[in-house]
Every structure is written in structure tokens, then in C-alpha cells.
């Protein structure tokens, strides 16, 4: 519920703190004090859209936050937690407008969209009035109300997924036809590439040795004709091995008379013999290397232009040809195997589908029966608003060849505002104030059905009176045993019942101008001056006073 809501330099509002307990909280006071801004300031923390006509004039920004006590498993801390918020017991919502227009909004002081401030405020609180979002009106959340007045939330989500389960064969379904008619037109064509790239067994890697390979024999001469020169060097009659090794064996034979001195030198001598016997032998073993096949560079070069070809006729590279006779082979088992899996796959949805239905049709039966109390009970609910001459109506209809995720039913609230007139739907055939009772009458029914931990009702009992309002208030009162109910109301009836009563007034600042609109949390006897002047207007008589006590003396406990 809300805990506090304090507001700074919004429009009238130089700075404002209130403090809000559960049951039920009435806001009163003179036209033109400030009420409005007051919802609007709220409105603004709860991720309304910014205006920067909000910002009281000569600042530089407004700023408003409302704190709320949310219990830990209430959906707002999951959409919280995706924003990065931390947990803990309260739930900070804070807006900041800028008088350029700029906004900016915070949970728990972690910037957030506002986006996300309007999702977790839309959780938190619900506002509702004669000219106010009205969501429980909208027909698109109709059939989901209906669910949660019913307690139909199992089969709801049974139906839910078994819409998903549908879905999901379906598509495989549908891409396996597809597939298989697109390759039957093609069955040649793939049995013939398929077959071709069989033939060409090309190997990951084999265009760049082949490549390699065709550059050496390309060279092949020039290389030979170095490397017979470097072999020519170190085996020939120039070559100084023969002689290296010949002073090598005289320097051994003389070792005993300078060990000393000759060892290091017998030691150098025979590593480079050995180093220049090992040169030999490996360019030898190059030139060797080099003696080609005559038809090798002509066999490579078939070979590699075979491979190029047909990675162009197949729009892919070398190293992806076997991975594309892969799909094509495939694809051919596809046509071999392809009714097959379609007709298994066709089985699979037909169970699921009648998994579907048979699901659907159970909760079908669920939500008749929920029409029917949700009828009774709103409608015995109408007769003490003034509402004895309409009827509410719950527009039903079923389309048992869909396969939406909620069922087989649309579901939309309908009225009939007088006998003889035709039903429609609540947002056409009634009026403004009409439209205030029949959702008050329909949160009465839903309280205790998911309804948000807070209720705003901006004048709901405008163009009423007398027992009407009584009736509009008890019901209040009846809402604030369930969640906590905040109503801005001109009916002394409703303010009498309250718990808490703000008064709302407007001064002007000494010196400065303007004029500021200020909050007051009235005792006993200042509720009672409220509710007489209410009642009598501007001048407060003993016999206002005396029917305020009466009023609130008729206050349930």
C-alpha cells in the first residue's frame, strides 16, 4: 500500500509531504484547491506522461515520489528486479521533470525507464474516475478479469500451453511440407549434385595444397637449377669437404702432443664436416623432392579447377563442398523419407490439437459458470447506486475453430442502462457518471481478485447525492477492508466513512505573488467543520455541524 507521497515544486505545490495508512483516506476541499494537481503529481510518480506545465513556474525541475509497502511475491519486485532494482521491504517510485520537458525516473533511487516505472506503478496502484485510464474497461483485459474472478488461473495456463504445444508442431509441420514440396520439384536436380559432389570428394584444405603444390611445380626449374648449384658446393670438386676432412684426420693423429690446444679445434672441424655432409644430404633430398611426374602440373591443375568450378556452380568455396553434398544428399533423403516424417509429424499435431481443444473446452465450461456469478453479483450491486433500472452483461462468444493461447471465448462487459434499450458495450451505452458506479460496482466484486494493493477514485460520486452517495460509500468502505482506498469526493456521505480525511485548500504566499496549495490530515473536530461546510457551504451553521455529527456518528466501526 502506499506509505508516503511527497511532492516539490509541482505547480501550486511548493513542497508537500503526506503520510497514507490502509483503509480508507478521503480527499476534500473547495473547487480549484489543488485536488487535481494532487493526482496529477501522483499520477506522475506512477509513470504518467511528463508535462513540463507541471514544473512550478521559476524552477528549474519538479520532483515526486511515492513510497510504497509491497509484499515480497507481489509482481511489481519482479518487473523491478529485471530493472536492476535491489530487494527490500519498501518501494521507492520517483519522477523527476525538468521545465525543459527532459523526465527522469527512479526505483529505489536505480534510474529506470519510464517505461518500467509506469509497468510497476500500473501493479502497485489503479486510478479511476469519470475521465481516467480506465483499464478495467478496456475489452482487451475483460476475458483475463473474468479468469481471475472465476479462479480459472490452472486451466487458463493448461490452455496456454497446450496453445504453445500446437503451435510448435504446427510450424515443424508446415516447414516439413514446405520442404518436401520445394524438394520434390527439385528431386533431380539434388540427386544429380549430390551425386556430381560425391564424384568430387573434395576434402577440407585440399584447394590451398593444391594450390601450394601448382606454385612448387610452377618453379619446379628455377628451383632445381639453385639447388644442383648448392649441391654442386657441397659434393663436388670444389667442394671443401675432402679437404676439411683430410685436415680433420691429420689434426687427430697429432692430438697427443697439444691435447690442449688441438681438441677444440678437432671438435669445430667435425661439426662442420658433419653440418656440410647433413647440407648435402638434404638438398639432395630437395632435388629429389623436385623430380616431377610430367603430367603432375597438368593433373593438379585439372584437379584444382575442377574443385573452383564447381564451388562457383554451387555459390560457396572449396572447403564448403562437401558440407553443401551433405545438405544436397540430405535433401534427397528428404524426398525419400519426407511423407513419412510428414504424415508422423501431421499425427503429432492432430494429439496435440486435441489436447488443445479438449483443454479449451474445459475452460470453456469454467468461464460460463463464472459468467453467471460475476453477472449476479455486479448486478446486485447496481440497485443502491441508482443503478436499479440497468443491467450489467457479459458479452461472450466462442469460436471453437481458433486457437489462441486463451481459449476458445471473447469475452466483453456489457450494459443495459434502461429496460427497453439494447445492450452494448460499457464504454458506448453509458455515461460518465454511469460508467464511475458500474466499475465501482465491478471492484467491489473483483477486490479480492487481483486487484492493485491501492485504489484512487477521482470523484466517483460526481452528480450524486443523498443515498446514492451513501451507497457509493459504503461500497468504499467495503473496498478498504480488502485494499487501501484513497478517493478525492465532494460527498460529505463518502467523507464521513473515511478513516483518514486530508483537507485541501489554497493561500497565497505573503510577498511572493501566488498562490500555494497546502494538505492538512483533519481530527475530529476539523473533520466535522469539513463535512458541515460540505454539506452547507462556505458559511457553516450548528445545524450543518449537528448533521456532520450525525454523519459521522452513522460511521461504521
Same mark, same amino acid.
Given at each position: ?11 501550486? $505545490? ?10 480508507? *483516506? ?9 485536488? @487535481?494537481?494532487?493526482?496529477?503529481? +501522483? ?19 519538479? !520532483?515526486? @515520489? ?46 529506470? *525507464? ?34 481471475? =474472478? ?25 516447414? %516439413?511440407?514446405? #520442404? ?10 539434388? #540427386? ?81 664436416? !658433419? ?16 623430380? =616431377?611426374?610430367? =603430367?603432375?602440373?597438368? #593433373?593438379?591443375?585439372?584437379?584444382? =579447377? ?19 553434398? %551433405? ?36 475452460? @470453456? ?47 466483453? +462487459? ?42 484512487? +477514485?477521482?470523484? $466517483? ?40 480525511? +486530508?483537507?485541501? @485548500? ?43 455529527? #450525525? ?7
Amino acid at each position: 500500500m502506499l506509505l508516503r507521497l511527497a511532492i516539490h515544486n509541482i505547480v501550486l $505545490i511548493d513542497r508537500l509531504e503526506l503520510e497514507f495508512d490502509s483503509g480508507l *483516506s478521503v480527499l476534500t476541499g473547495e473547487t480549484g484547491a489543488g485536488k @487535481s494537481i494532487l493526482l496529477d503529481a +501522483f499520477a506522475l510518480a506512477l509513470g504518467a506522461r511528463g508535462d513540463l506545465s507541471l514544473v512550478r513556474h521559476g524552477e528549474a525541475q519538479g !520532483q515526486v @515520489s511515492a513510497t510504497f509497502a509491497v509484499a515480497p511475491t507481489h509482481p511489481a519486485w519482479a518487473t523491478a528486479l529485471d530493472a536492476g532494482v535491489s530487494f527490500d521491504n519498501e518501494m521507492i517510485l520517483r519522477r523527476v521533470q525538468a521545465a525543459d520537458g527532459r523526465s527522469r525516473a527512479y526505483v529505489n533511487d536505480v534510474p529506470v *525507464s519510464v517505461q518500467t516505472l509506469r509497468e510497476i506503478g500500473g501493479a502497485l496502484v489503479e486510478i479511476h474516475g469519470q475521465h481516467a485510464d480506465r483499464a478495467l474497461m478496456d475489452a482487451a483485459v475483460h476475458r483475463m478479469i473474468l479468469d481471475a =474472478f472465476g479462479d480459472l488461473q490452472a486451466p487458463v495456463a493448461a490452455v496456454r500451453d497446450a496453445s504453445r504445444a500446437l503451435k510448435e508442431i504446427a510450424a515443424d509441420y508446415t516447414a %516439413q511440407k514446405e #520442404r518436401v514440396e520445394r524438394i520434390l520439384k527439385e528431386a533431380d536436380y539434388l #540427386r544429380h549434385a549430390a551425386e556430381e559432389l560425391r564424384q568430387l570428394n573434395a576434402e577440407p584444405g585440399e584447394e590451398e595444397a593444391l594450390t601450394a603444390r601448382r606454385q612448387l611445380m610452377m618453379h619446379a626449374e628455377k628451383l632445381a637449377a639453385d639447388l644442383n648449384e648448392a649441391a654442386e658446393a657441397l659434393g663436388g670438386p670444389a667442394s671443401v669437404v675432402p679437404l676439411l676432412a683430410l685436415t680433420l684426420r691429420k689434426l687427430e693423429r697429432r692430438r697427443e702432443t697439444a691435447p690442449e690446444i688441438l681438441d677444440p679445434c678437432i671438435e669445430a672441424l667435425d661439426t662442420a664436416v !658433419q653440418s656440410l655432409n647433413d647440407a648435402h644430404d638434404t638438398v639432395e633430398a630437395a632435388l629429389g623432392a623436385m623430380e =616431377f611426374d610430367a =603430367f603432375e602440373l597438368e #593433373r593438379t591443375e585439372e584437379r584444382l =579447377f575442377a574443385l573452383r568450378a564447381a564451388a562457383r556452380k554451387y555459390n560457396t568455396t572449396v572447403d564448403e563442398l562437401d558440407t553443401v553434398r %551433405q545438405q544436397f544428399e540430405a535433401d534427397v533423403r528428404a524426398v525419400e523419407n519426407g511423407e513419412e516424417q510428414l504424415a508422423a509429424l501431421g499425427r503429432k499435431r492432430d494429439e496435440a490439437d486435441a489436447a488443445y481443444v479438449a483443454r479449451a473446452a474445459a475452460l @470453456s465450461v469454467g468461464r460460463h459458470g463464472a459468467v453467471a456469478q460475476l453477472t449476479d453479483q455486479v448486478n446486485s450491486e447496481l440497485p443502491p447506486l441508482k443503478l436499479e433500472n440497468a443491467r450489467f452483461q457479459v458479452d461472450m462468444t466462442s469460436d471453437e475453430t481458433a486457437r489462441d493461447a486463451g481459449g476458445f471465448e471473447r469475452v466483453e +462487459f456489457w450494459a443495459q442502462t434502461n429496460p427497453g434499450t439494447r445492450a452494448g458495450p460499457l464504454m458506448k451505452v453509458a455515461s460518465g457518471g454511469e460508467l464511475s458506479r458500474f466499475m465501482l460496482a465491478l471492484k467491489v466484486v473483483l477486490a479480492d481478485k487481483g486487484s492493485a494493493p491501492t485504489l484512487v +477514485f477521482d470523484e $466517483i460520486d460526481a452528480g450524486v447525492g443523498g443515498a446514492v452517495a451513501n451507497a457509493i460509500g459504503a461500497r468504499l468502505r467495503r473496498l478498504s477492508d480488502k485494499v487501501q482506498v484513497i478517493c478525492v469526493t465532494h460527498a460529505p456521505q463518502v467523507a464521513a466513512l473515511a478513516d483518514h480525511h +486530508f483537507l485541501i @485548500s489554497k493561500r497565497p504566499v505573503a510577498d511572493a505573488g501566488r498562490m500555494e496549495t497546502l494538505v492538512h490530515l483533519l481530527d475530529g473536530a476539523g473533520r466535522r467543520d469539513e463535512i458541515a461546510r460540505m454539506l452547507a457551504g462556505a458559511h457553516i451553521t450548528e445545524e450543518a455541524r449537528a448533521a456532520a455529527s #450525525r454523519l459521522m456518528e452513522g460511521r461504521p466501526d
